[in-house]
């Protein structure tokens, strides 16, 4: 069985990491890895010194009491329209005719005669700000 041979240039980083890793002031603080890795004719060597990332333990924010207060709210309104009397005055109408003799004579006829007629305007939309009063919650 044949035993692996490591080049001396490989040994000579590893014992260049080792040394660093072991002269580093908090040792607990960080961590050291060494790889060794070959691809058939090539190899390659990997090193990583560092401190491993620790986040802040996640707080969520304080709840805070809004107090109540009064607030402007819009809103749309339908405003229906008014119903209103409207004076209508007699349609009259003149009309030709021929009398027994053969002569053309005029006549003002009544076609529609005067009256109130009750007309209802179209309803409309509007914006309405009111004050509201609004309770106080914890947000």
């Known amino acids: 069985m044949k035993a692996i041979q490591f080049p001396r240039r490989l040994l000579a980083v590893a014992a260049i990491a080792m040394a660093i890793a072991a002269g580093a ?3 607990e ?3 050291v890895g060494i790889g060794f890795k070959k691809h ?3 190899g390659s060597i990997g090193i990583v010194i560092g401190s491993p990332v620790r986040h802040a ?3 969520p924010p304080a709840p805070l009491w809004i107090p ?3 607030q402007n709210v819009e809103r749309r309104v339908f405003v229906p329209g008014r119903t209103r009397q409207e004076f209508a005055p007699a349609v009259y109408e003149d009309r030709y005719y021929r009398d027994y003799c053969g002569n053309l004579r005029l006549q003002r006829v009544l076609v529609t005669p005067a009256c109130w ?3 209802e305007d179209p309803g ?3 914006c309405v700000t ?3 009063w609004v309770e106080g919650a914890w947000r």
Request: glycine content about 8%; proline content about 8%; some cysteine.
């Open 25 to 27: 002031p908090n040792a």
């Open 29 to 31: 603080a960080q961590s």
């Open 40 to 42: 058939g004719k090539h």
């Open 57 to 59: 333990p996640y707080c």
């Open 68 to 70: 109540g207060h009064y």
């Open 117 to 119: 007629r009750t007309v």
């Open 124 to 126: 409309t939309w509007q």
């Open 130 to 132: 009111e004050r509201v």
